[in-house]
T-cell receptor
Framework: GNSVTQMEGPVTLSEEAFLTINCTYT??????LFWYVQYPGEGLQLLLK?????DKGSNKGFEATYRKETTSFHLEKGSVQVSDSAVYFC??????????FGKGTKLTVNP | DAGVTQSPTHLIKTRGQQVTLRCSPK?????VSWYQQALGQGPQFIFQ???????QRGNFPDRFSGHQFPNYSSELNVNALLLGDSALYLC????????????FGSGTRLTVV
């Protein structure tokens, strides 16, 4: 079945550092890929998405590119802020339409 | 425009009891999905409702059941609660084909003691 594997955290960075969170997937067909963010005590918010190979999703300075050849969708940001501290989930949506999530990566950004 | 509304926000139940969680979808959405998020884990799909019927189901026992009403709101029921049912329960709404993505509520934190 479909699955998502994310790098384990936690990840701790200083403000303005470069962020990469790795995500790889296994799926049949051509899924859509997502990054969701969860702030403490809250639900999930869609951060960005890509629906086909080579698409780049971007939002709030975060980017991820759908790489079919490596089945990856790594999240990057050039300069993180304290307010980016949260848990980040990679997810895919295949033909069955339900979302399949990774286990999440907790990011802490220190001033 | 209100997003997805879930109630209650927190709940404490005793093992063996039954619980009902509620969800009102985002205006214009007709499909509701439920997810269970255990502490430190990613959300796991429970089931999805469309046109008042369960359309898909994840790997959850029959103790988990649901309902969708004509106004598209939904309930999640869990019978014979176990300690392991303690989790954040998330409701997500969408249009039927979900081509515009899902909108999540803030969740109901269920603690079973």
């Amino acid at each position: 079945g479909n699955s998502v594997t994310q790098m384990e955290g936690p990840v701790t960075l200083s403000e303005e550092a470069f962020l990469t969170i790795n995500c790889t997937y296994t799926a049949t067909g051509y899924p859509s890929l997502f990054w969701y963010v969860q702030y403490p005590g809250e639900g999930l918010q869609l951060l960005l998405k890509a629906t086909k190979a080579d698409d780049k999703g971007s939002n709030k300075g975060f980017e991820a590119t759908y790489r079919k050849e490596t089945t990856s969708f790594h999240l990057e940001k050039g300069s993180v802020q304290v307010s980016d501290s949260a848990v980040y989930f990679c997810a895919l949506q295949g033909g069955s339409e339900k979302l399949v999530f990774g286990k999440g990566t907790k990011l802490t950004v220190n001033p | 425009d209100a997003g997805v509304t879930q109630s209650p926000t927190h709940l404490i139940k005793t093992r063996g009891q039954q619980v009902t969680l509620r969800c009102s979808p985002k205006s214009g959405h007709d499909t509701v999905s439920w997810y269970q998020q255990a502490l430190g884990q990613g959300p796991q799909f429970i089931f999805q409702y469309y046109e008042e019927e369960e359309r898909q189901r994840g790997n959850f026992p029959d103790r988990f059941s649901g309902h969708q009403f004509p106004n598209y709101s939904s309930e999640l029921n869990v019978n014979a609660l176990l300690l392991g049912d303690s989790a954040l329960y998330l409701c997500a709404s969408s249009l039927e084909a979900a081509e515009y993505g899902y909108t999540f509520g803030s969740g109901t934190r269920l603690t079973v003691v």
